[in-house]
């Protein structure tokens, strides 16, 4: 279950000011190790030391193909693929500095017509199969944490009893007691983007997700 609790936008330019959003509250961030344990618990005949050698392959080998210019779909998770941030030439070709534009990567000056292409590489995670929006709409629960539901419990008896809460209710919850059932594969590094990366402490608090609704090339979408 998805463990959520209540952050308030704060930001007075925004349209969403005073607006109460949800985020994910969350348990744990689970890496190769910590998988390859709980992979190892649903009666497979691997051990540990052998799933966890698997799976760091299976990233090795995920990087390579990829930056060699294929796309790896791990079917029911995600299509990886690496893209690229141009830099928006205005030239194909300066005759003033007999300069083309190149296939690398690299910045342009100012005054610059025409140069490296690309400004950066970004690898790109695209839900598929089991993992789009509309199956795990279908799947997902969700719950208050305690924190969170206590909040909500006060205000609502506050105002049925013509009190107001006290100043810790009623704002920003970042929490308290979680359950440790079940598991959350956290974000981990910060060059891959993977559908803009959920933030545990809420994100800029403008949108109805984590960080808002990120839609676009970056965004886990509909194979």
């Avoid at 330019?13 to 509250?25: F, H, L, Q």
């Avoid at 030239?91 to 083309?100: Q, R």
């Avoid at 810790?168 to 891959?192: A, K, V, Y």
């Amino acid at each position: 279950m998805l463990e959520l609790y209540i952050s308030q936008n704060k930001n007075t330019t925004s349209e969403a000011y005073g607006k109460y959003y949800p985020r994910v509250s969350y348990k744990q961030t689970m890496g190769i190790h910590e998988m390859a344990v709980h992979m190892a618990e649903h009666n497979t005949p691997f051990s540990e030391g052998t799933i966890e050698g698997i799976l760091r392959d299976f990233v090795k080998c995920v990087r390579e193909q990829t930056l060699n210019g294929n796309t790896v779909k791990v079917d029911n998770l995600a299509i990886f693929k690496v893209s690229v941030i141009g830099n928006g030439c205005r030239e194909l070709y300066d005759a003033d500095t007999d300069k083309t534009i190149t296939a690398s990567i690299g910045t342009i000056g100012k005054n610059d017509k025409t140069g490296p292409a690309v400004q950066s590489l970004k690898l790109l995670a695209q839900a598929t199969g089991e993992y789009t929006r509309e199956e795990l709409n279908k799947d997902g629960k969700l719950g208050w944490t305690d924190k969170t539901a206590a909040e909500i419990a006060a205000v609502k008896a506050a105002a049925q009893g013509g009190t107001s809460p006290s100043p810790s209710q009623g704002g920003d919850s970042q929490g308290g007691s979680q359950s440790q059932g079940g598991s959350q594969s956290g974000q981990q590094g910060g060059g891959t983007n993977t559908g803009g990366g959920d933030n545990t402490g809420g994100g800029d608090n403008t949108g109805g997700g984590d960080n808002g609704d990120d839609d676009g090339d970056d965004g886990l979408d509909k194979d």
